[in-house]
């Protein structure tokens, strides 16, 4: 399976357990030939909003290894700062002994880091 193949199927996936959980998502369609950067604001796979809890939530999915992504999180939230959001980096592990398969964590503004 190809690296584009495997990150399409977490993104789907990821997207399913957010609308269980009552999120209304929209999920970056796949890149072109024309069109290679297609995430929301350049970094973000999956955004979603939760009507009850009037909650909004961006998501950039990875698998096995989630490397530099939180410094680059916090540093858009630091120049965006979107107000009633929370962003996350949920990865995707693919090791079958491991009992997790996905880990979220959230990014949170550097300023908020003591």
Not at 5 to 13: C, F, I, L, S, V
Not at 44 to 51: A, K, L, N, S, Y
């Amino acid at each position: 399976m190809s690296t584009r193949t495997k990150g399409a199927k977490a993104e789907r996936e990821y997207e399913e357990i957010l609308q269980d959980a009552g999120y209304i998502t929209q999920r970056v369609k796949g890149s072109s030939i024309f069109n290679t950067n297609v995430d929301f604001f350049g970094l973000w796979d999956i955004i979603g909003f939760h009507p009850k809890l009037k909650k909004w939530i961006l998501v950039q999915v990875k698998c096995n290894q989630g490397r530099g992504f939180q410094k680059i999180g916090a540093k858009w939230m630091n120049e965006n700062n979107p107000p009633h959001c929370q962003c996350y980096l949920a990865i995707r592990y693919d090791n079958k002994t491991i009992t997790t398969r996905w880990k979220n964590i959230q990014i949170t503004a550097l300023s908020d880091k003591k």
